[in-house]
């Protein structure tokens, strides 16, 4: 079965500081893998996806950085982080069966202070 | 203007009743609707997907008219477990070789015994 983890799970990081968030995939190969960010009161918003090792697409120009290192691995990170960079953040990949559903992982909630 | 735009709520309605959540979004070229749940501090499910013919899910029912690019999500006989808040999601192509979803920022429905 597909599964999708994420960690850690909640985070409290001073301003300034480095992050380093990590998605990883089971149950599939090849699969494209996005990063989410929920901000309070805020919709969904794509931060990045990619479709193969090595491969981004950024959605908005911002703090962060993503890299694909491994086929079901995506990472989430910044040299120095903002207020700004508070929020939910989410991984997901599409289920095997068509691009019908983007199954999400359980998410990081990130407090920058 | 906003890709998707939402009811902004919250729907506060005692168990039994019907409530009705309404939807807009901005892309003629958009391919393919959804609703999907997110329980408080969870991530987002695929509720149902949404048929131009409409579609029904037990107590659920999801209309779609690409004309007005609407789209609409019908609850029936509301449970203390529909509370939660409601995403519209529209599918699109990202021109990258995947497809990529915009999210509403959601209605929350309170069931209220």
């Known amino acids: ?24 995939v089971e149950g599939t190969s090849n699969p494209n893998l996005y990063w989410y960010r929920q901000a309070a009161g805020r919709g969904l918003q794509l931060l990045f996806y990619s ?35 508070s929020g939910f953040y989410l991984c997901a990949f599409w289920g095997l069966s068509s691009y019908n559903e983007q199954f999400f992982g359980p998410g990081t909630r990130l407090t920058v202070l | 203007r906003k890709e998707v735009e939402q009811d902004p709520g919250p729907f506060n309605v005692p168990e039994g009743a019907t409530v009705a959540f309404n939807c807009t979004y901005s892309n003629s070229a958009s391919q ?70 915009t999210f509403g920022k959601g209605t929350k429905l309170s069931v209220i015994p």
């Open chain 2, 32 to 101: 393919s609707f959804f609703w999907y749940r997110q329980d408080c501090r969870k991530e987002p499910k695929l509720l149902m997907s949404v048929y131009s013919s409409g579609n029904e899910d037990g107590r659920f029912t999801a209309q779609l008219n690409r004309a007005s690019q609407y789209i609409s999500l019908l609850i029936r006989d509301s449970k203390l477990s529909d509370s939660a808040t409601y995403l519209c999601v529209v599918k699109g192509d990202s021109g990258a070789g995947s497809y990529q979803l």
């Open chain 1, 1 to 24: 079965s597909q599964t999708i983890h994420q960690w850690p799970a909640t985070l409290v990081q001073p301003v300034g500081s480095p992050l380093s968030l990590e998605c990883t």
């Open chain 1, 51 to 85: 479709v193969g090792i090595g491969q981004i697409s950024s959605e908005v120009p911002q703090n962060l950085s993503a890299s694909r290192p491994q086929d079901r691995q995506f990472i989430l990170s910044s040299k120095k982080l903002l207020l700004s960079d």
